[in-house]
């Protein structure tokens, strides 16, 4: 059973803001959300990880609520490189679960 | 200077056979991976070994079977391959389990004929 929700597809267009919502409603006490990102005939790529309100590096940003059973990915000004299939992970304590990424978010960048 | 790096990179092969992919990791990781990412695109983990010990072992046919040989090696052995066996293959690797930031190779495309 997948423990995570995103939606399937997003369309946006260069220089936007793209907000990447996930729903994990049965997160548990120790667990953290981590993204990562694949483009085409690569493997993912780390990109960020939290646990609690929010985490910022230089590539993205994750806002997470107090009840944790949701997350953002936030990545500000998109170019056309962005273009790929986001994976939104909650890692139940190094468990197996936790480590199948789903069909992730197919992010599509506009000129 | 390749951190994951996995050979071959296309494998095409009849059923029946049996293969070897090869993976290598020069990041001084504890815990290596091997991924299944099938033509629907799900991501599934196959196995983990944490210094040369199996720690995760998925509901895989046992015709897979992964060796390390010591901790920046491993690799996976498929028997008797059969078409649903066709899929991209990556091997990951991290400093640790569970938490910790994964590394992955460039993946082996696998094509059953």
């Known amino acids: 059973l997948a423990k995570t929700t995103q939606p399937i597809s997003m369309d946006s267009y260069e220089g936007q803001e793209v907000n990447i919502t996930c729903s994990h409603n049965n997160i548990a006490t120790n667990d953290y959300i981590t993204w990562y990102q694949q483009f085409p005939s690569q493997g993912p790529r780390f990109i960020i990880q939290?646990?609690?309100t929010k985490v910022t590096n230089e590539v993205a940003s994750l806002f997470i609520p107090a009840d944790r059973k949701s997350s953002t990915l936030s990545l500000p000004r998109v170019s056309l490189s962005d273009t790929a299939v986001y994976y939104c992970l909650v890692v139940l304590g190094g468990g197996a679960d936790g480590l199948t990424f789903g069909k992730g978010t197919h992010l599509i960048i506009q000129p | 200077d390749t951190a994951v790096s996995q050979t071959p990179k296309y494998l095409v092969t009849q059923m029946g056979n049996d293969k070897s992919i090869k993976c290598e990791q020069n990041l001084g990781h504890d815990t290596m991976y091997w991924y299944k990412q099938d033509s629907k695109k799900f991501l599934k983990i196959m196995f983990s070994y944490n210094n040369k010990e199996l720690i995760i072992n998925e509901t895989v046919p046992n015709r897979f079977s992964p060796k390390s040989p010591d901790k920046a090696h491993l690799n996976l052995h498929i028997n008797s391959l059969e078409l649903g066996d066709s899929a991209v293959y990556f091997c990951?690797?991290?400093?640790?389990?569970?938490?910790?930031?994964?590394?992955f190779g460039p993946g082996t495309r696998l094509t059953v004929t």
């Open positions: 990951a690797s991290s400093p640790g389990g569970g938490f910790y930031e994964q590394y």
């Open positions: 939290g646990y609690k």
